[in-house]
């Protein structure tokens, strides 16, 4: 058994080292990118190679100057390190690297975060995971488009997702402790976490499994603890810079951008508040009544968690949409077991094809047309309820 992880652990750091030159003698040498990532890599650099701040006003001019070529213009994304402290820490490793390596890297690792995450929310599901499974849904995780999306822009999303479907691998495998490491190192990414942290340690926690919460919460705590030693002002430096973004950054979230494209204001502001009111609130209702569940069982209250954030929390972009796999996985393994592969196919369909052609037919340019932010979420809502009016109509039809 040792020996056999031993030649899996070997395999895996080829692979990723094939996988990384491959990137580095491609593309990032020729033509760098990843743009979400270039600020956090700045941004680490200024920490650890001459322990500065990274909000500071010096390290956001320099991201600017590195990813433009000259100072933002007031109404231009600013690019700053809008993310918690921790973040340059996890990105620490790569800051000794030039930028191409460090790129070619990362990438390689939102590679494996993608595939990795997948198949781990396939065994927590217990789908099976056979040679034809595991090559299934590692190409279809690899092409789904907030993955690629993600990928290109090095998004932490991909990052805290992996970390998210590996607590839950953990927790299904009562490794709690490690779960609670996971799960907290997945708040590095702080939209798609806002609901799903919670959630979790209220579950393990009400299944008397405190190992998991003290473990998340003492994680989470040296995480912040290191962060103040590191940087005193981080925090409220944090909360600044989150709302500078929401100031230059546009893109609310997709259930506000549905209304926005739909209705006029106010009356779009006000249904984007009862909706949200609305989700919340089915959410919590969900959560509850399946509080008592068995953490495999548990998963499509927690994908209704995935998709409610999904909808509603700010600033979610694409890739954070790949969160909405955790709902998707818990319905591929229920429709698995019912034999309803037509189902399968129709799901498999709309995630792929769906978001890439509405992507290609509102493409303007190089930018992507803030409509694609709705179709996933959106798709996912219409399924959900469908599903659930299925199963209201079939249990009135048996009494």
Excluded at 172 to 178: C, E, F, I, L, S
Aim: proline residues 5%; charged residues 10%; contains cysteine.
């Amino acid at each position: 058994m040792k020996t056999a992880f031993l030649i899996a652990l070997a395999g895996g750091a080829l692979l990723y080292a094939a996988l990384a030159f491959g990137i580095y003698n491609g593309l990032t040498r020729q033509q760098q990118g990843a743009n979400d990532f270039y600020s956090r890599w700045v941004g680490a650099r200024a920490l650890i190679l001459r322990g500065e701040n990274p909000y500071a006003a010096q390290t956001t001019r320099a991201i600017q100057m590195g990813m433009y070529g000259r100072l933002a213009q007031p109404d231009e994304d600013q690019v700053a390190f809008a993310y918690p402290l921790y973040a340059a820490l996890i990105a620490a490793p790569l800051a000794f690297l030039p930028y191409s390596l460090a790129q070619a890297l990362w990438m390689a690792l939102l590679i494996f975060c993608v595939v990795g995450g997948a198949l781990a929310l396939a065994a927590v599901n217990r789908i099976p995971l056979t040679p034809f499974a595991v090559a299934g849904l590692g190409l279809g995780a690899l092409f789904f488009y907030p993955s690629v999306r993600g990928i290109f822009l090095g998004q932490y999303a991909l990052f805290s997702f992996a970390c998210v479907a590996l607590a839950a691998l953990a927790l299904t495998t009562k490794h709690d402790v490690t779960a609670g490491i996971f799960l907290s190192i997945a708040t590095v990414k702080p939209q798609p976490m806002i609901f799903l942290f919670p959630v979790i340690l209220f579950w393990a926690w009400h299944k008397q499994r405190q190992r998991a919460v003290w473990s998340a919460l003492l994680t989470l705590a040296l995480l912040f603890g290191v962060s103040f030693i590191l940087t005193p002002t981080w925090l409220f430096d944090f909360l600044n810079a989150l709302r500078a973004y929401s100031e230059y950054a546009r893109v609310g979230p997709p259930l506000q951008t549905f209304f926005q494209l739909t209705l006029p204001e106010p009356l779009a502001t006000i249904l984007f508040a009862a909706a949200s009111i609305v989700l919340v609130a089915g959410m919590v209702v969900a959560v509850w009544r399946n509080r008592a569940r068995e953490w495999q069982e548990f998963q499509p209250a927690l994908g209704l968690v995935a998709l409610t954030t999904t909808l509603m929390a700010g600033r979610i972009g694409t890739p954070d949409q790949i969160f909405l796999l955790i709902l998707w996985m818990a319905w591929f393994a229920a429709w698995g077991a019912q034999k309803k592969y037509g189902g399968i196919a129709l799901g498999v369909c709309f995630l792929l094809v769906a978001p890439w052609w509405l992507f290609l037919q509102t493409l303007d340019g190089n930018r992507e047309a803030i409509v694609v932010t709705t179709i996933l979420p959106f798709g996912s809502l219409f399924v959900y309820f469908g599903s659930a009016a299925q199963k209201k109509f079939w249990r009135r039809a048996a009494t």
